[in-house]
């Protein structure tokens, strides 16, 4: 899905970011 292109592709450059982006994400919807 979505989740796994992006943690695939950014969680190995910036872990802790994609955490924060995805939390906001959620946290919004």
Not at 18 to 23: A, D, G, P, R, W
């Amino acid at each position: 899905g979505q989740c796994s292109e992006i943690c695939g592709v950014n969680h190995s450059f910036m872990p802790i970011m994609i955490e924060v982006v995805l939390f906001d994400f959620f946290k919004m919807s």
